[in-house]
């Protein structure tokens, strides 16, 4: 099953408004990241955000961990049109192998 | 600095059929992953090879298998395709799992 749940499952808001993306999870982790995926393209590397770490700031987006909760929010502000896409959470184990486990994603969408 | 390359983009192959599927790392990256990617679905992890070792495999039957080779390239193989099989595959790379991983395009595989 997968780790990461992402909430909403789908958000649609106007240009310049700010979306929120919440990623929820199981298990203890080293980090987690956050990705973008372009209409069934590969995926883009947003931020990634370490366990001891509870803010982070790139950019339009920010990050935050709360691992005591092991939930963790993307905020995108002043939103775009080309900001419509899906985003996933990405938690990540080290055993043996590092492995992504992603949720099922927030799909974004951006009215002009 | 070149990014990840997938090979081919797209395939169509039919059930029973064997297929692979080629990867190169962006440059100074010693580590790939394979994921496979339902429609609607977050990726969900194939395996992962480290210097050319597999060193961590997600549930997935042994007719799916890989190869990384010297200069940090990967195969993956599917033998015996089901319908099931239909999916993105995405190679990922990464220098260490505790920085991001950069995402190639994908591949679309069709089994009919």
């Known amino acids: 099953s997968q780790q990461g749940e992402e909430d909403p499952q789908a958000l649609s808001i106007q240009e310049g408004e700010n979306a929120t993306m919440n990623c929820s999870y199981k298990t203890s982790i080293n980090n987690l990241q956050w990705y973008r995926q372009n209409s069934g393209r590969g995926l883009v590397h947003l931020i990634l955000?370490?366990?001891?770490?509870r803010e982070k700031h790139s950019g339009r987006l920010r990050v935050t961990l709360d691992t005591s909760k092991k939930s963790s929010s993307l905020l995108i502000t002043a939103s775009r049109a080309a900001d419509t896409a899906s985003y996933f959470c990405a938690t990540v184990f080290f055993q043996g192998a590092q492995k992504l486990v992603f949720g099922q994603g927030t799909r974004l969408t951006i009215n002009p | 600095e070149t990014g990840v390359t997938q090979s081919p983009t797209h395939l169509i192959k039919t059930r029973g059929q064997q297929v692979t599927l080629r990867c190169s790392s962006q440059s100074g990256h010693n580590t790939v992953s394979w994921y496979q990617q339902a429609l609607g679905q977050g990726p969900q992890f194939i395996f992962q090879?480290?210097?050319?070792?597999?060193?961590g495999r997600g549930n997935f039957p042994p007719r799916f298998s890989g190869l990384q080779f010297p200069n940090y390239s990967s195969e993956l193989n599917v033998n015996a395709l089901e319908l099931d099989d239909s999916a993105l595959y995405l190679c990922a790379s990464s220098l260490s799992g505790a920085y991001g991983y950069t995402f190639g395009s994908g591949t679309r595989l069709t089994v009919v």
């Open positions: 955000i370490r366990s001891n770490e």
């Open positions: 090879y480290y210097r050319e070792e597999e060193n």
